[in-house]
């Protein structure tokens, strides 16, 4: 075997795990999807949709480019983010939870930006899905609690980053 036939055959070993962490971060993903909307218990519609972690979102179906890496090609082995857009209003007003998963030994690790990291196993079980949904939905609520109370204190000019706003136009519209 040559240098290059080594090399070939490592990058294609590196390959299959990239795939393989793709595959499971998506179906994490789509598993947190679904959930939570199950759990926020919407009766009007869809109220939770997978977006890209970055940049301007539409809340709509992304498919693979809700991830921040590509579902096909050459991918790196590494932590995933995503967005999680959560619907706030009964109109058309969404938010968006950016989160990134990563595999740590024989679990994920769901770190949620400006919030805690979770550990899950895959397939999702209930007792961890539902730590889960509780803890997302209190990290949207608790948000808009923080900037009332920082309102009312006179406190809310501050530089923080805090979530992404959307608004479906389409729907708006319609």
């Known amino acids: 075997m040559t240098r ?24 994490m993903a789509e598993e947190v999807r679904a959930g939570l909307c199950d759990y926020i218990d919407a009766t009007d519609g869809v109220c939770v949709q997978l977006v890209p972690p970055f940049g301007e979102f539409q809340p709509k179906a992304y498919g693979d ?9 050459f991918r790196p ?55 889960l949904f509780e803890y997302v939905y209190n990290h949207v609520l608790n948000w808009f609690q923080l900037k009332m109370d920082q309102y009312e204190k006179g406190e809310y000019g501050t530089r923080e980053i805090g979530f992404d706003f959307s608004r479906d136009t389409d729907s708006a519209t319609a």
């Open 77 to 131: 082995l590494g932590p995933i983010a995503f967005g999680l857009a959560v619907r706030v209003s009964k109109g058309t007003d969404w938010i968006r939870v950016t989160t990134q998963c990563q595999k740590i030994g024989d679990a994920f690790i769901l770190d949620i930006q400006g919030g805690e990291s979770f550990k899950l196993g895959l397939p999702l079980n209930e007792n961890d899905s539902n730590r």
């Open 4 to 27: 290059f036939d080594q090399l070939i055959e490592t990058v294609e070993g590196y390959q299959r795990l990239a795939a393989e962490n793709y595959a499971r971060v998506r179906q």
């Open 65 to 73: 480019q809700a991830f921040s890496v590509p579902p096909r090609g």
